[in-house]
């Protein structure tokens, strides 16, 4: 009888510990949430664990993904980054915001036309989405695309944005006109 009670006792006890674990756990929006706060302060590797522990606890959160590709990217790890938005695009293939980060990070990796894929992906997701035009227009005027890059510069405008002025005046310069 005292065996029974005993395990019966420690039964109760675990559940009980359960039930305060559970109540105490963070969520995969408190963790993404938390990342985000750390990554503001500049705090690169405590906002990745965050973003991993969102991640872990969500593994269909696309945000975390795009958020720790982001931190990947800030610290120089280019690699990881592209390796996050890809998880995150593959999760969601709508996402704007995914395309043109890992935009960006190819083209920190001089691989501009897969840059130009990517933002020509994030604007096909989102038209509206004027950092894709935006980079996008840079990276055509690097590769001296700048028919290409005028035609942003012309979306972006069109779309009530505003371009660099400093943009404007380099590519007027090179290609001699203006709008």
Do not use: C
Request: aromatic share 12%; net charge neutral.
């Amino acid at each position: 009888m005292k065996d029974k009670f005993l395990l019966a006792l420690a039964a109760f006890i675990s559940l009980q510990f359960l039930n305060i674990s559970t109540i105490y756990a963070q969520t995969a929006e408190e963790y993404l949430s938390s990342g985000n706060d750390d990554f503001k302060q500049g705090k690169l590797d405590s906002a990745i664990i965050d973003y991993t522990k969102a991640i872990d606890s969500n593994p269909n959160l696309t945000k975390a993904y795009n958020n720790r590709g982001v931190a990947y990217a800030k610290e120089g790890s280019l690699q990881r980054a592209i390796d996050d938005f890809t998880l995150a695009i593959a999760i969601n293939p709508k996402d704007a915001e995914s395309y043109n980060n890992r935009g960006h990070a190819y083209e920190k990796k001089g691989n501009l036309s897969q840059a130009i894929t990517d933002y020509t992906s994030a604007i096909a997701s989102d038209a509206f989405y004027m950092k894709a035009y935006r980079n996008r227009a840079l990276s055509y005027y690097k590769l001296e695309k700048y028919d290409k890059a005028w035609s942003d510069v012309f979306m972006i405008e069109g779309l009530g944005g505003v371009v660099d002025p400093n943009f404007y005046k380099d590519l007027k310069g090179v290609t001699g006109k203006a709008q």
